[in-house]
């Protein structure tokens, strides 16, 4: 078997009901939907957990996060985990990181044997929320309504410049492997856009002067009215601190809408190198969770509803048809997947691998297992746990009352049915599968554990000298360019593709 070349695109923060099936028509977005077009496209995939960190470790590990220990964002991804760029590196592959993966501790490639770019977010334990304390809120690095308030446009911001140079890496990688060697690659391009702030380049910005899309389809619900959850993530946000207008609502969504169609330009200049050098691949294009984006009140993610836990994933891949399947997935699905279009065994891991391939899905087999996704970081107290089964969704949280929707006749959640008599059944039934696959108490008892322990070690290790944990891109500029160890007409061959006559 032929090992094909692997391209992924990973985004940070993207609204999976923005692609029921591919981009919304009036997004613009052309080179994802010219990708779509040639995709499997998965109308119903969901994140293993709606946060950065633990969301991208599952996603690359096929594992959910009380399996990875990647409970949150400031919580190390142990270097013992396997990941997809392991399992494909062993087989063969050239792999390789462009941007963000948000790894914390001191192993910053887990299987990637480069990584290009340094990450956008710290690598060590500073992060770590506190069971301990809570509704503490910590000012110096939760999120805050400041993001809604202070949406607009600028042309340079900490996040683009990050992944202006994760597009440029990306694309000077895609010519160097067209001038390598035979091996296969797997190429992982990890943007941070459209992560808030929401804040956009001109260009993009005036892509949505007249867009009908500015006002979320669920206005925000009266605080008193809010989930419990909820409210805890309205609390961490400080919304109390915020007045939002709807002006603030408007122009936010704008420029999420503008940064999405900045990143198309971005996937577009990579793409247009592959197409270039003439070299193929097996494309994905995934986010790591989505952004709720004002829809009842909420902004970000941290939670199960749609618009924070849904994200999209298409796969363009010989192997695999074109279409649209509606089942739902999820990230967990990515590392089997990844192994099966390569040709790699995932045997010796399988027992402990919560992911399974999305393969036969595309190939018209039926899936019967649930969709599994936790939650245990920031504007949490105990761990929040979620089962997407057909048309329902079950989350159970030991502080929470049972929630339970009927997406297919309830897509925007309004209608929690766990008092509901003639839904018991369905409520008894879901509850079983969830108790059997997570004991809450248990679980909680890990998280604390952790948590204690990571509070130890960070404040040990500001004291005296520091050595961060980041990533520090190594740059051989004496193997760069032009330099007197090397033949001046050897390198103008090899560095040329095609090659000359």
């Not at 790894?103 to 992060?127: C, I, K, M, N, S």
């Not at 010519?175 to 001109?202: E, I, M, N, Q």
């Amino acid at each position: 078997m032929t090992k094909p070349n692997i391209l992924i695109f990973m985004v940070d923060q993207l609204n999976g009901t923005l692609f029921p099936d591919g981009p919304a028509d009036w997004l613009h977005a052309p080179n994802l939907k010219a990708l779509a077009a040639r995709s499997t496209r998965f109308k119903n995939a969901y994140t293993a957990s709606p946060l950065c960190a633990p969301g991208r470790a599952s996603f690359m590990s096929g594992q959910l996060p009380r399996r990875t220990r990647v409970y949150d964002n400031a919580a190390e991804f142990a270097s013992d985990i396997p990941t997809y760029a392991h399992h494909l590196r062993r087989a063969g592959y050239r792999t390789c990181l462009s941007g963000k993966m948000h790894f914390v501790g001191p192993d910053q490639l887990h299987g990637f044997e480069e990584r290009l770019t340094t990450d956008v977010y710290p690598a060590d334990f500073g992060w770590t929320p506190d069971y301990r304390k809570p509704g503490e809120r910590i000012e110096w690095w939760y999120h805050n309504m400041g993001s809604v308030t202070g949406a607009g446009v600028a042309e340079i911001t900490n996040q683009l410049e990050f992944d202006d140079e994760v597009a440029y890496h990306a694309t000077r990688k895609v010519y160097d492997y067209a001038r390598g060697d035979d091996r296969p690659w797997c190429l992982t391009v990890s943007f941070t856009h459209p992560h808030d702030p929401y804040v956009a380049r001109k260009k993009y910005w005036d892509l949505y002067e007249e867009c009908e899309h500015l006002l979320p389809e669920v206005p925000a619900f009266n605080y008193d009215a809010q989930d419990a959850h909820s409210k805890r993530i309205f609390d961490a946000n400080d919304w109390r601190s915020f007045d939002i207008k709807e002006e603030d609502i408007k122009r936010s969504r704008r420029a999420y809408f503008a940064n999405i169609s900045y990143l198309d330009d971005k996937i577009g200049e990579v793409l247009e190198a592959l197409e270039a050098t003439g070299q193929e691949a097996t494309i994905l294009f995934v986010s790591d969770h989505g952004d709720m984006l004002g829809e009842r009140g909420l902004w970000f993610k941290m939670n199960f509803f749609e618009g924070s836990a849904r994200v999209p994933l298409m796969i363009s891949s010989p192997s695999l048809a074109p279409g649209l399947i509606e089942g739902p997935v999820s990230t967990l699905d990515v590392t089997p997947t990844l192994a099966e279009l390569a040709g790699v065994s995932l045997d010796e891991v399988l027992p402990w691998t919560d992911g399974e391939s999305l393969v036969p899905l595309a190939n018209g087999t039926e899936r019967t297992a649930p969709v599994a996704m936790e939650y245990a970081a920031e504007a949490s107290e105990a761990p929040l746990v979620c089962l997407r089964y057909g048309k329902w969704k079950y989350i159970r949280c030991a502080l929470d009352p049972d929630m339970l929707f009927d997406l297919d006749a309830d897509p925007r959640e309004l209608n929690n049915l766990e008092d509901v008599p003639t839904h018991k059944g369905t409520l008894d039934q879901l509850r079983a599968k969830s108790e059997a696959r997570w004991d809450l108490e248990a679980y909680d008892a890990e998280i604390r554990q952790s948590q204690a322990r990571r509070q130890v070690v960070y404040e040990a290790l500001r004291n005296g000298d520091y050595y961060p944990w980041d990533h520090q891109p190594l740059q051989k500029a004496s193997e760069r360019y032009m330099r007197n160890h090397m033949d001046l007409n050897v390198l103008e061959e090899n560095q040329r593709f095609p090659r000359g006559k």
